[in-house]
């Protein structure tokens, strides 16, 4: 089951949260949602999700518009970024209480919740009630009422957000996990879960799509840095002259960052202006080109 989001705007008084972005997950894909704070992550899942109406543009869940068509909303599971849950309640009540909301019944709803308990790992605290819980325990939760109805399209706004690392790993291996047979969208910040769960990655930025492939692809398309030291000064104007050379940093007073279009290899370039220029190199070295690099260059202003 695919999601399509299609010219989607959002605008709040003068401010265009959203301005006509669009992108589509197929089934069976897992994609990265990355963007900086104030990008237009959340509000393009809550638009997705029909909690927000758009100013244009629609979104479509196998081909059905979510805000004409709200029985929609049955086949998506959603997990929002405060996790927002009844405090008060015990966890089994709860994930009953969410079950009875999607119009479970009978033993077909004790069996979703028991199972959700027991792939969520909540097994030893489904008799506490949810205000006793750790952060990544209410985590669990909020995946297991996500996950309560069998949805085939899952949106997840931040679900590992003040998480510390044993915890992020559990929630990502339960992703993971659940995700073998559904279209799978996610919101986040740590670019490892990013490498680790993702078959693509969506950028966004000041409301509007930057960028849309693979990892892989989206590394080869930033640029690559070389790093450069020679034995005396040198100028880096003058290394901004080399061919294919499209920035240069100084670092030091001989050491510099000289920035090049990845798949492009400046370095025998570099040597010939060495030798030109009679300087001894004292190292040279390629950087490797992160996703937090790659990020930073696709969201920096």
């Known amino acids: 089951m695919s999601l399509s989001i299609q ?38 899942m809550k638009i997705a999700t029909g909690f927000l109406p758009a100013n244009e543009g629609k979104v479509l869940v196998n081909g059905l518009d979510v805000s004409a068509n709200p029985e929609v909303k049955k086949v998506i599971g959603y997990l929002p970024e405060h996790n927002p849950l009844y405090q008060d309640m015990y966890v089994h009540e709860y994930l009953s209480f969410i079950g009875s909301l999607y119009g479970l019944k009978g033993k077909l709803l004790e069996q979703r919740a028991a199972e959700m308990i027991l792939q969520c790992g909540l097994a030893l605290e489904q008799n506490k009630k949810i205000e006793a819980l750790s952060k990544g325990y209410r985590q669990r939760v909020g995946l297991a009422q996500a996950l ?9 706004d931040e679900p590992t957000t ?48 930057v960028a849309d492939n693979s990892i892989d692809q989206l590394a080869g398309q930033q640029q690559s840095v070389i790093i450069i030291e020679f034995e005396g000064s040198v100028s880096e104007v003058d290394l901004e002259k080399v061919e294919g050379v499209e920035k240069v940093v100084k670092v030091e007073s001989s050491k510099f960052k000289v920035f090049c279009r990845s798949g492009v290899d400046i370095r025998p370039s570099l040597f010939r202006f060495a030798a030109e220029n009679k300087l001894s190199l004292v190292g040279l070295k390629q950087e490797e080109s992160s996703l937090e690099e790659v990020f930073r260059q696709l969201t920096n202003q």
């Open 7 to 44: 010219g989607l705007t959002k605008v709040y008084g003068e401010q265009k949260a959203l301005d006509s972005i669009s992108f589509e997950v197929k089934e069976g894909e897992i994609v990265g949602f990355l963007g900086p704070n104030g990008a237009g992550k959340s509000t393009t």
């Open 148 to 156: 309560l109805h069998n949805p085939s399209v899952l949106i997840l």
């Open 162 to 209: 003040g998480l510390d690392p044993n915890q992020i790993l559990e929630i990502r291996n339960l992703i993971r996990t659940v995700s073998k047979d559904k279209t799978v969208i996610f919101s986040t910040h740590i670019m490892q879960e990013v490498q680790a769960l993702c078959s693509r990655v969506v950028v966004i930025n000041r409301g509007k799509i």
